[in-house]
């Protein structure tokens, strides 16, 4: 039987991001200029990752599960592969954060979005333990919903100055994996790959 095609989009963006980072104006300008009739949802997420993930479970819960997918990045690649597990939609995690309640753990204290530096907020102890609760959940989900090439594709840069390439890989173990020679972080290229990446969405 044939996957349907998608109706509707999430995009979640990382750690200090915003709907204003290249890779989000990207995908969304695409989506508007060539998929008008898909529904298209980039959403500011707070620091809490309990809220976050409260926020992008009520924002979808009217979206048709069949239908919809999700793309996202560094600590949003996270979240894509904890949403896809609860919903078993197709998702595309760009450099994904693995262990984020580890890494992040580095980071307490008061933090400036990079699109906006006077935009500020403190990420707190707390989060840290929330991110854990949503590492549990991901460990929990994911032997039963194990990712398949037509369930997940990531694009993970071995020149990824802030997140180690290899975990990435093991995180996105299963699915059609895009392993750049070089690359950065932000995935600077992402030009490059949005044919692939959008080819796998099959957007309506």
Known sequence: MDTPTTTHLLYLHGFRSSPLSMKARMVGERVRREHPAVTWWCPQLPPSPRAAA????????????????VVGSSLGGFYARWFSLHTGCRAVLLNPASFPARDLSAHIGEQATWQNPEERFF???????????LESDIARLAPARPATPDRLMAVIAKGDEVLDWREMQAFCAGG?????????????????????????????
Do not use: C, K, N
Request: net charge negative; glycine share 8%; proline share 4%.
């Open 54 to 69: 409260d926020l992008i479970r009520q924002g979808t819960a009217a979206w048709p599960a069949e239908r919809l997918a």
């Open 176 to 204: 059609a994996i895009r392993l750049l020679a070089g690359g950065d972080h932000a995935i600077s290229d992402f030009e490059a790959h949005m044919d692939a990446v959008f080819g796998f969405l099959r957007l309506a």
């Open 123 to 133: 990420f707190e102890p707390a989060f840290v333990d929330e991110l854990r609760v």
